[in-house]
């Protein structure tokens, strides 16, 4: 498969490109400071150099143009609530509508166990406005009529992962996820239709990948 990832540089993106490569697909790392176009290039990935932020649904249609599939591991890094608005909410949504005009059927957002109705901080806490612009973006996939899979990792740790699972998750239980682990599951469901249409809420367990998704 011909994948591009969007937060080329980010530290699940870094983890998940070199998995891609081992397994034999072509991979393009999207980042936005050409500075970081080096470290891209040691996973093995070819790294392109484009703000997803500024670019418009056209110019994203472009860059996607021949790919077949996209994985969406970018955001705002808790910047101001308007670049949350504009990373985590609109340029992800520009880039699923841009997915659709380039004919890329597969799409595998990295979102959170917390991008829930059910799961919201009140309304006065910081992260509101990211868990707000995650939800909205997550919404906007699954209206789509893309190849979609949305995962709702736990609270993110750098801890190394054997690739297991716990599928029975929430973030009411407060359910960590290391992001090696979360490349491992963006991996695996790329070019598993089991995973087609679905969110999945995970942390670390004792459950393989695999039989995790088996049971779906």
């Given at each position: 498969?011909r994948i591009?990832?969007v937060?080329?540089?980010g ?5 998940l490109a070199?998995?891609?490569?081992e ?5 393009t790392s999207?980042?936005?400071n050409p500075d970081h176009a080096?470290?891209v290039?040691?996973?093995?990935a070819?790294?392109l150099v484009s703000?997803v932020e ?5 110019a994203?249609?472009?860059?996607l143009?021949?790919?077949d599939a ?16 504009a990373?985590d909410?609109d340029?992800?949504?520009r ?11 597969r799409?595998?957002m ?9 799961h919201l901080?009140?309304e006065?806490?910081?992260f509101r406005r ?6 909205a973006?997550d919404?906007h996939?699954?209206?789509t009529e ?6 709702g990792?736990?609270a993110l740790?750098?801890d190394?992962?054997d ?11 407060g ?6 682990l979360?490349?491992?599951?963006a991996?695996?469901?790329l070019?598993d ?13 004792e459950?393989?990948?695999?039989a ?5």
């Open positions: 498969m591009t990832i937060g080329g540089h530290k699940i993106a870094l983890l070199p998995l891609l490569v397994a034999g697909h072509e991979v999207v980042v936005r080096a470290d290039e040691e996973t093995g070819t790294a703000s500024d670019a418009d649904t056209d994203l249609t472009e860059l143009s021949g790919q996209v994985v969406w591991s970018a955001g705002a890094g808790g910047g101001s609530p308007e670049r949350t608005d990373v909410r340029a992800a949504i880039s699923m509508d841009a997915a659709v005009a380039a004919g890329v059927s799409y595998v990295v979102s959170f166990s917390g991008a829930s109705a059910d901080v009140p006065d806490d910081p990211y868990q707000d612009a995650k939800i973006a919404e996939l699954r209206s893309l190849d979609w899979t949305v995962l990792p736990g740790t750098t190394p992962s690739g297991r699972v716990n599928p029975d998750a929430s973030s009411r239980d359910d960590e996820s290391p992001r090696e979360v490349a491992h599951v991996a695996a469901v070019a239709n089991r995973a087609s249409r679905k969110t999945l809420v995970f942390g670390a367990g459950v393989p990948i695999d995790w998704l088996g049971n779906l």
